[in-house]
């Protein structure tokens, strides 16, 4: 059913997320998942990372899960990381992303699933493979400035198959980057290089976690920053390549220019 058979890496016993789902069962735990694994569970693709809220303690939850599975801080080890109650859905809509990620699975453990549509278009958008933000066209300024992670999050989706719904919200993302690229140029020194650093950091945060499937790490004085990730197979590289092609087509300007080339479209 949906996921419940992943094993959960770090546990012990090939510890699955229907053997978590009841264990937090059997402490009075609610565990409502989102992210990617709806849309994911709704188009019957295997999700490869599960999270989500609990509605329990969390350090509770962490000292019982240690009895239960010799295993502490590994409970956020992928496929399966946990939130504390409200931290996702609960947040105003300007801090949602969009329509297809809005959304989640609440499983009784008695046979019975149901999905939480918060925006009531997520599950058709998420059918038709269509992006669309989570909320109308008059809110994106608030939206955008929320998060540029969400931003970059439009790619993301682009590369797994979701088409644009909407090309004017397209052409916003692009001129959101783009803009967070060009304002450096008139401030201070300091200040400029902070701004840099945030936005490189976005950017290659994004491209190595989402596209590469990696995850990145900075070191030393000048925040060099590295990608551990396992060589991929095949489709991976099928899947990269693809998700390139799209971001060099479709971000213009902004892929091609000396700042943003660098994280985006040359980041191997």
């Not at 709806?38 to 303690?57: A, H, K, L, M, Y």
């Not at 999050?153 to 967070?180: P, W």
């Not at 099928?238 to 087509?249: P, Q």
Request: charged share 25%.
């Amino acid at each position: 059913m949906w996921a419940k058979s992943l094993v959960v890496r770090g546990l012990v016993n090939s510890t699955t997320i229907d053997d978590l789902l009841r264990f937090l069962d059997g402490q009075n735990c609610s565990f409502l998942a989102t992210g990617d694994a709806v849309w994911q569970s709704v188009q019957r693709n295997r999700p490869v990372r599960i999270e989500g809220e609990i509605s329990c303690s969390m350090k509770e939850t962490k000292t019982s899960s240690k009895t239960a599975f010799r295993s502490l801080d590994e409970l956020r080890a992928e496929p399966l990381v946990l939130y504390e109650w409200g931290s996702t859905l609960g947040l105003p809509a300007s801090r949602w992303g969009y329509t297809v990620t809005t959304m989640a699975i609440h499983d009784n453990n008695a046979g019975q699933v149901y999905l939480v549509d918060m925006t009531a278009r997520g599950y058709t958008d998420t059918c038709g493979k269509s992006l669309s933000a989570a909320v109308d066209d008059t809110q994106w300024k608030g939206w955008a400035d929320e998060d540029v992670a969400k931003v970059y999050q439009f790619y993301q989706l682009r590369a797994q198959g979701f088409g644009v719904a909407n090309h004017e919200l397209q052409n916003y993302v692009n001129k959101i980057i783009e803009s967070r690229h060009s304002k450096k140029a008139g401030l201070s020194e300091s200040v400029r290089i902070s701004t840099l650093l945030s936005m490189d950091y976005a950017a290659q945060t994004f491209y190595c976690e989402s596209i590469l499937n990696g995850v990145i790490s900075w070191a030393g004085e000048d925040l060099t920053t590295a990608c551990h990730l396992v060589f991929p197979g095949p489709s991976d590289r099928k899947r990269i390549a693809e998700a390139r092609e799209i971001m060099e087509t479709e971000m213009g300007t902004q892929c091609h220019s000396s700042d943003i080339a660098e994280p985006l479209c040359e980041y191997d």
